[in-house]
């Protein structure tokens, strides 16, 4: 990190905010870097899905300055055989488990080395085995900011567990997508991207899903009357489906894992 | 802002916390501006409440610092024709779309002009047509945070929208006014105010409230016993009724727009 | 505190975050100390918890550096006859009310004096009977990060209301323990630390709570199969019930309060 540079550490976890999980290891955070701008990307993710969290962390990556470290914890193997990792991506930095969470936003960001976190003196003193990110995570991610190289903080990993996020796929004329995840205001955000799409089908298309068949992109959730369904390119760069001042995902039936389907439009 | 103050910049929208959203468009602004202080206003205004939204930051804007950037986004017409704005009030700004949203507050805060966000530099590269609180709004807040005017990043706005939250009127012998808000502890905020209430009515009064009437203002919440109903002046600047270690808008059966007369005590 | 160090304040309420309560008061706290780090420890506590909020704030101070602040407010006595309290303990300072919720916290970080809330400098100009948080504790927190002596803020407090978290109890071959706390994966901590349990019953025991006859400690959540109850040592250094994969609180019946009780193993 350049000098000068305010670290800046994402924090994205299942942890919920009814505990004080997450505030803790803000303590740790603050204690190793004590300068560091901490950001939530969100601490409300289902439970153990790790999916979910890839996707959410994917999306976010890119409206971070250079040098961010991204720590993230969706950890059902806690305390177990899973490794602990930093990933170095760009001039970026990844923290967490290795369970694939970090994975996809790692690549994105161009993830070139990974290193397993056994040096000790990048560890609480006392580690748990239920709340690594308190004990490992944590501390590694507060000492990134603080300026150690991730080189420091264990041996090379050559094969981190990888993940894919679901792709949409060409079948003849149709491209058969589905949906990756549903928004605080129920719109359904589709793995159907326009350049798939407009090589695939062409620029004028519609899509099928819970039934229905909607005419293809509109401008802006405004273009329909309200409580009109509405296909409009979202802000992750996938077509989503939404009704104008409604939940679609509730009205329409959809939710991750949906078979969403792109055709001609006539 | 003053050569080395540190820029403070609130948010509230309704975007809730399951999502990252919020985390994103913090990405956005501290890469324009790293310094800033960051302070979440609230995410979990009910979907496009720019009623509440426009109460909440009006009730807020006195405890922050001169210099204080609000960045507020309720924006059921995003992407259509509705403007983005900045206004300048005393030495605060507010940067949100144009729909009434930020006017109570900066009209309390001493709104003195208006600009339209028109100027590319101080957005996204790529803007979406469904999040302009992340390609649009964080952008020029940061912008504001680094010290940018916000005569730079536009043209004047001569007439932007205006909203009027709602006043007690005095009918005779009555004041009659409506719960403005029901607040976490189930307290029925009202837009009675003391001023009002002392003019029109006296010192001496009683608030008659989904059936019941209550004696006037006590001094605090303890003054009853527990479970039971209690008028008391609230943190707002406003009556409200409360029920000591209760819920009084569930038990009341208090909600936003019920009407509540106040009236001589006697 | 010493020059040049960054202010931590942390926050712990049962004020939600669905108003601008929180808000607010880093409103309040900015002001008395621009460069302070703001870190939420929980905002969701039952209304009204003081054992609740103890329990968190308890477990949370160690992970702090040395001069951090804690304000932390549940507060159904706000505006009667409360006392409004500073207490020092080591290097740490505890703002909020006068009812037990600091006291644990401030006797595991070594309490040694405790002052009442009374210098008008330390308080805002305007004091509401409804909300001392934003009142009272905020710009006294906020002057501690400051570097004000917490001696300057009022007099000196002999008799601060105490709070005992509740122990364990030794009766004859077993140890009486109970559900202090459900986490947000449904994890039932209890108050059976490794200490007490191993003189008490030895390093090989049983637990018994809800009907059930658990086995002693695993190593982790892992160590049994998915769907499978499991006893592991938590974060917080007491045992705890959890359930691979599951929400063991909801599926053994297990609630604060809950007994629990550690045998011998055979």
Redesign the interface.
């Known amino acids: 990190m350049s000098a000068g ?2 670290p ?1 550490i ?1 924090l ?1 976890t299942d ?10 290891m ?3 955070l ?2 190793r870097c ?2 560091a ?8 993710l289902d ?2 899905d790790i999916t979910g969290g890839a996707l ?2 994917r ?2 990556v890119s ?3 250079p040098g ?1 470290i991204h720590l993230a914890v969706v950890d ?5 055989p899973r490794r602990p990792l930093v990933l170095r991506a760009g001039s970026q930095f990844f923290v967490g488990p290795d369970n694939g969470l970090l994975w996809p936003a790692a690549v994105q960001a161009g993830a070139s080395a990974a290193f397993e976190l056994r040096e000790e003196r990048y560890r609480l003193s006392s580690v ?4 690594h990110g ?2 490992l995570f944590a501390p590694a991610a507060g000492a990134l900011a603080a300026g150690t190289p991730p080189e420091a903080m264990g041996p090379p990993c050559s094969d981190p567990v990888t993940l894919s996020l679901s792709s949409a796929v060409v079948s003849g004329r149709e491209i058969v997508g589905e949906v990756l ?1 549903v ?3 129920g719109n359904a955000i589709t793995n159907l991207d326009p350049g798939v799409v407009s090589a695939g089908v062409g620029e004028r298309f519609a899509l099928r899903a819970g039934g229905l068949r909607l005419p293809g992109p509109s ?5 329909v009357e309200a409580g009109q369904p509405v296909v ?4 992750m760069g996938y077509y ?1 489906i939404a009704i104008r ?1 409604g939940n679609a995902a509730d009205r329409l039936g959809l939710a991750r894992g949906t078979r969403v389907i792109a055709e001609p439009s006539q």
């Open positions: 540079a305010v800046i994402t994205l942890f919920g905010l009814r505990d004080a999980f997450v505030g803790t803000k303590g740790v603050l204690s004590p300068t701008q901490l950001v939530d990307l969100t601490h409300a439970l153990g959410l962390l999306a976010a409206f971070f300055p961010t059902p193997g806690v305390g177990g748990s085995s239920t709340f308190r004990d995840w928004d605080h205001f401008s802006h959730y405004g273009a409009v390119l979202g802000s989503e001042e």
